[in-house]
């Protein structure tokens, strides 16, 4: 069965400092992975997507970047941390099942910015 | 762009009442999924519709898909504790397999 892993669970980083969050799926091959970020008590803002190994789009201009350096896993960087940067990061992959995408997510990172 | 939109944003609901939430979409869905975060948690899927008029149950939840592949619906036969939580619909876009989230319906119940 597949599984996908998200660290750390929690952080606290101080306003400027970088950022990597890393994600990983198991039991899957090719999968196309996301990165959303979910502000408190909001809606899921896609950050990232990729459908594969090196190809990363972007939906909304940040300082954050996202790399894929292996099939399953997805890492989400920055150089320099902003307040608004905290929220509740989330990864999720999805295959494509008959035209149907079905998103499964990953437990999440709690990211605060201090 | 496309964009998927939730109404009521809250719900807050007594327990064994019922209770019903929509969503709509500016453009026509192949499919309409419904995805359940639970407090402190992540989104978990629920159910995919596909069919235009679609109906589909799980236990006390019955989800609907319009006629016109626009709009769907969540209804909750009486709420129980366990159904707290926030409830997503999410559509892919026209021209892609990336999903639409709406901003969801988070419900509340009162014992």
């Known amino acids: 069965s597949q599984t996908i892993h998200q660290w750390p669970a929690t952080l606290v980083q101080p306003v400027g400092s970088p950022l990597s969050l890393e994600c990983t799926v198991e039991g899957t091959s090719n999968p196309n992975l996301y990165w959303y970020r979910q502000a408190a008590g909001r809606g899921l803002q896609l950050l990232f997507y990729?459908?594969?190994?090196?190809?990363i789009s972007s939906e909304v201009p940040q300082n954050l970047s996202a790399s894929r350096p292996q099939d399953r896993q997805f890492i989400l960087s920055s150089k320099k941390l902003l307040l608004s940067d905290s929220g509740f990061y989330l990864c999720a992959w999805s295959v494509l099942e008959q035209v149907r995408e079905t998103q499964y997510f990953g437990p999440g990172t709690r990211l605060l910015v201090l | 762009g496309q964009q998927v939109m939730q109404i009521p944003q809250y719900q807050h609901v007594q327990e064994g009442e019922d209770f019903t939430t929509y969503c709509n979409s500016s453009?026509?869905?192949?499919?309409i999924q419904w995805y359940k975060q639970r407090p402190g948690g992540h989104p978990v899927f629920l159910i995919q519709?596909?069919?235009?008029?679609e109906v589909k149950k799980q236990k006390r939840l019955t989800f609907q898909f319009g006629e016109a592949k626009k709009n769907s619906s969540l209804h909750i036969t009486a709420t129980q504790t366990t159904d707290v939580g926030t409830y997503f619909c999410?559509?892919?876009?026209?021209?892609?397999?990336?999903?639409?989230f709406g901003a969801g319906t988070t419900v509340t119940v009162r014992a």
């Open positions: 999410a559509g892919p876009g026209p021209n892609d397999y990336k999903l639409s």
């Open positions: 519709l596909v069919k235009s008029g």
């Open positions: 990729s459908v594969g190994i090196g190809q």
């Open positions: 453009t026509t869905l192949s499919n």
